[in-house]
């Protein structure tokens, strides 16, 4: 079974295609956006990654959850089943290839912290973001079962 998408060298328009989703979906939280972030592999100047955009959307609260939802199916969104209690999630295709990928936690969320700190670890330690890529690499190499096997 193949991921999602295949992983790909570092392509430099990432940080612009988070830049352009990040403005696009803003709205779309109203007064409960605290901020967005630029989190997984794309957010790693240098490190290979399977091109899909993740942005990490902390939010004061889910108060607006319907709106929202909403909001997001209107860019092309389909809301996935949360990841842990609090941790929504979208995720955008487009002609059947995976995107872009939206985490939607509250302030003081576990996730916040843990996808912030391991960015800044990769981003701060080029020993450690390249050994991270071999992983990575070898991983889709040796994947047979899918993203849930290679995650």
């Avoid at 092309?76 to 929504?88: A, E, F, Q």
């Avoid at 960015?119 to 899918?146: F, H, I, M, P, V």
Wanted: aromatic share 8%; net charge neutral.
């Amino acid at each position: 079974m193949a991921l999602t998408s295949k992983i790909t060298t570092y392509d430099p328009s990432w940080p612009d295609m988070f830049l352009a989703e990040r403005d696009r979906i803003a709205n779309g939280f109203g007064a409960d956006l605290i901020a967005i972030h630029h989190v997984g592999s794309t957010a790693v100047s240098g490190l290979a990654a399977k091109p899909e955009i993740d942005l990490l959307v902390e939010v004061s609260g889910h108060r607006n959850t319907q709106k929202a939802d909403a909001f997001m199916r209107s860019c092309g969104y389909v809301r996935g089943k949360d990841l842990s209690p609090g941790h929504h999630f979208y995720r955008k295709d487009v002609d059947g290839v995976r995107t872009h990928k939206v985490h939607v936690c509250p302030t003081g969320h576990w996730q916040i912290s843990r996808m912030l700190r391991f960015r800044d670890l990769l981003r701060q330690d080029s020993a450690l973001r390249n050994l991270y890529q071999s992983l990575k690499l070898e991983l889709e190499a040796e994947n047979t079962g899918g993203i849930g096997e290679y995650l």
